[in-house]
């Protein structure tokens, strides 16, 4: 029985799967004890699975495999599964692939080092890699032991490599990537190193630590300042060309001076396929005055670093009384991008009347759920985000039992909504959260349950009741919190902090959101030590931030304020237009920016991880190391 492989889809799919069923069920039940061993066998069995292999349909050719596995044994078993588990992962199925890796790695009396030991062994740090689990995948991979078995070493080291890449080791990544190269034919070194390139760029833009380390050999140092210079590179792209050049002096002879800077050279930013001409919405009177004057100083800050031949035409509207009116002149005055509006209700009037004819980038977020048109994208420095991303940083850093305290109102729900989503759904329990109002000076009310101060009074009150007199107290607060997450400005910050000191919980970690820090440091007194995140164009030391943040300070001397989150919202968004302009779906490789490591989902919304930061003694933002980098 035979399934036409020109059969069209639609009709095909179920009958293919049907057949290879049938055939499976007729193959266990001629063969329910013994191995594939003959030749003839084997080739009659692999048959249909790789033909449906070829045709694309890799969910059928994996179910095949994982019946042929069933009426299998030793290792044509291992084989099967194997087979089975690549087939999954080519049908963009990791739940199956894990489900049939886990499978494969149970198999007992299967010798590492043998032929299908060495299948099993690659194909699970496949599995793991696929799955963000990079750290299971070199676990897999040690097993083969040293030397990798013999035939399997460009496989094994190119698997290494990328796994320590996504773990963060850049220098054991780049050291395996090294090895490869000696064991391969010339002809394959320069798509060894394009490999290389690829995930030690993505590993620098979740944010590895790509920083040379003291007495690394010039390849490696290369590599990791190559890295460095296209993340500074992506977080302002302007100034990339000079450095690639100064990077070839120092480094002439090195291996990715041909494979990736020459590419590099060829998409720089001032090669970008802009729109032709821009239309930018933006409140410019009323109360959001200084909010749209921020965003556009930053937009055009970026715009006027674009090389001159390349920069489109931008056309400035004032959205403040009819951002749908503007729309529409926008679109009639020629704009083939539109940036803007600011405000929420802007924002939806704006979708009401776009129909996905023009790309459209608006600067806020629509509510979870609402339908939005073609080429529609939504971007804002939402909190939610911020909130998430400390959850997660608590997991993993093992803190899983903790308390939160946000500004009563919708502002601070939606903060809670989203930490305690990420926190609870990763695994963690939110012993307490409590709110506090706008005008609160004595945290007293909110912390004594906040910390469970509670159950230690009434022990004592029960204690002086059965003794008859007053007995020396000293409160206790629970013993196994491991953190406060807080959420609010400094001046309500600054009033907590010493108020835990004084209610024995000065010693908790005290996590935050940005909107606890202020650059100015006098707004941050008393908030030493408290950890949070912020926007790189904030905190950040490195220099490509740096070097802008200069630049503009001689530009706008007297008006810092202007010069603050917003002005680097307005500096990303230019960025993101280019994004736009030449990408056809979801950007996942983040995007390093001046808000933060920039992606956008498939709803078309801009999602940001940002950086990390505590509070010295002194009130400036102290930048911490890299953290976990994202998955």
Known sequence: MQCPVGDRPAHAAAARAYLALLGTVALAACTPSRDLAQPAERAAAVERPERLSRSGDHAAAAQRWEQIAAGAHGDARVQALAAAAREWLRAASPGDARRVGAALEALPDVDPRSAAGTTRG??????????????????????????????????????????????????????????????????????????????????????????????????????LEL???????????????????????????????????????????????????????LPLSGRLTDAGESLRDGFMTAYYQQDVASRPIVRIYDSTTDAAASYLRALADGAAFVVGPLGKENVAAVRAVADGSVPTLVLNMLS?????????????????????QVAEQLLSDGRRMGVALVPGGEWGARVLTAFQGAFTGGGGTLVTTMTYGAGTTDFSAVLVPLLGFEESQHRHQALVAIVGGPLQFTPRRRDDLQFVFFAGQPVQGRLVRPQLKFHYAGDLPFYSTSDIYDPDPQANQDLEGATFVDIPWLIADEPAVAELRATVAQLWPANARRRGRLFAMGFDTWRLVGAFATASGPIREPLAGMTGRLTIDAAGRVRRKLDWATVGPDGEARPLPARSPDP
């Open 122 to 223: 690659i194909v699970v740090a496949e599995v793991a890699l696929a799955a963000g689990q990079p750290e299971q995948a070199l676990t897999a991979l040690r097993a083969l032991g040293e030397p990798p078995p013999a035939g399997a070493e460009a496989e094994i080291l190119l698997l290494r490599g990328r796994a320590c890449l996504d773990a963060g080791r850049a220098r054991d990544g780049i050291a395996a990537f090294a090895a490869r190269e000696r064991v391969l034919p010339p002809a394959q070194l320069a798509d060894n190193r394009r490999s290389l390139w690829d995930a030690l760029r993505s590993a620098a833009a979740r944010g590895a630590d790509v920083s040379p380390p003291a007495g690394a050999d010039p390849v490696t140092a290369g590599w």
């Open 227 to 281: 890295a460095r210079i296209v993340t500074r590179g992506q977080r302002n792209p302007f100034t990339q060309r000079a450095q690639l050049a100064a990077w070839r002096t120092r480094y002439p002879l090195h291996p990715a001076s041909s494979a990736v800077v020459d590419a590099m050279q060829d998409t720089d930013a001032s090669k970008l396929k802009l729109p032709g001409q821009i239309a930018l919405l």
């Open 368 to 388: 979870d759920g609402e339908t939005t048109p073609q080429v529609f994208y939504q971007f804002a420095l939402a909190p939610e985000d911020e909130a998430r």
